[in-house]
């Protein structure tokens, strides 16, 4: 703290670059960044990508993940509710896909937000 009556230099306001995140992008990117940050989530995503098309049977994607059927189920809820899903009932089973565009907005807020110049 500077002595009394001692003038401190004003706060220099930085240009913007950019706008920043206005509050409903800043909800909606949350709420995907959000389903991504529980480690089943996170694998059971990557599960459902890495295979042909992006998309997998709810009863393939559970190998090797260690909780219980409905455990699974609620974790693809999240992340389909969080738009990061689609799911397809075909008979008995469902179907899940990922959802290209929800990974690519959150890929390009990441590069976006490092400074990394991104293209369309």
Request: some cysteine; aromatic content about 4%.
């Amino acid at each position: 703290m500077p002595p009394i009556g001692v003038a401190t230099p004003a706060c220099a306001a930085t240009p913007r670059t950019r706008p920043s995140l206005d509050a409903e992008t800043a909800t909606e990117l949350a709420t995907m960044f959000k389903a991504l940050s529980d480690p089943v989530r996170l694998r059971l995503l990557s599960a459902i990508a890495s295979r042909v098309g992006q998309e997998a049977c709810v009863c393939d994607v559970s190998d090797g993940i260690d909780v219980s059927q409905p455990t699974i189920s609620h974790h693809l809820k999240v992340l389909r509710e969080a738009g990061l899903l689609t799911s397809e009932r075909r008979a008995s089973w469902v179907y899940y896909r990922v959802v290209p565009e929800a990974l690519q907005r959150l890929s390009q807020l990441l590069a976006i937000e490092a400074g990394a110049a991104v293209t369309a």
